[in-house]
């Protein structure tokens, strides 16, 4: 082989390997272009339960205040303004809740009991002053609740009798009530500006 043959020879394969190597570089750029990504779906998108997953994280947990309301203290077991006064000679429509605290209502046929939770003092009495307004309601069979003042009372009574209810005082009648029927008792102060909150119990007679 002369040396001319030979120099040929040389540069031929040396254009046919570097021909081969970029073949192989752009076979395997294609080969990684074409590999399946698990984590993405067929537009480049996250998949929708990663997607959800995201949002959840995102989601601020509500606090206890949110949708919640603060403590209340003892309230109406039925609502005051419904009250109509029909009896008693008095219109206490217009007391508002303060101070006297009363609970555990229990009717008998004579009369009820309940206990003193704050009592009169709150108002300014003394604890035998006689001045504060009983006031018994009955819901009569359409609904309604009817009644008024019944008796005066102090701190130092927990208990009234129903005489008064029953002898007609100051207009009162029972007419309409069924028995046993739902009953609700209230203490009104003297001057009608002030209220106990209101209890109630079933009252048969």
Not at 38 to 47: C, Y
Not at 146 to 165: A, E, Q
Not at 166 to 177: E, F, I, R
């Amino acid at each position: 082989m002369t040396k001319q043959n030979k120099n040929i020879l040389i540069r031929t394969t040396a254009i046919l390997s570097v021909a081969a190597i970029s073949a192989l570089a752009a076979l395997t750029a294609g080969c990684e272009s074409t590999e399946f990504k698990e984590n993405v779906s067929w537009n480049g998108s996250a998949p929708a339960q990663e997607a959800n997953n995201n949002q959840e994280s995102e989601t601020t947990t509500p606090t206890a205040n949110e949708g919640g309301g603060g403590a209340s203290g003892v309230g109406d077991a039925v609502s005051y303004g419904s009250f109509k006064w029909n009896f008693g000679g008095v219109k206490g429509g217009g007391a508002s809740q303060q101070g006297v605290q009363i609970s555990g209502l229990s009717l008998s046929p004579g009369g009820l009991s309940f206990k003193y939770n704050t009592n009169l003092s709150a108002w300014g009495m003394s604890h035998g002053q006689i001045g504060a307004l009983a006031c018994l309601f009955v819901q009569n069979s359409s609904g309604q609740w009817v009644g008024g003042k019944f008796d005066w009372i102090s701190s130092s009574r927990n208990t009234r009798d129903f005489h008064n209810v029953y002898s007609g005082y100051n207009g009162w009648s029972l007419a309409g009530v069924p028995n046993p029927c739902n009953a609700a008792f209230v203490i009104i102060s003297p001057d009608g500006k002030k209220r106990s909150n209101v209890i109630t119990g079933t009252w048969k007679r």
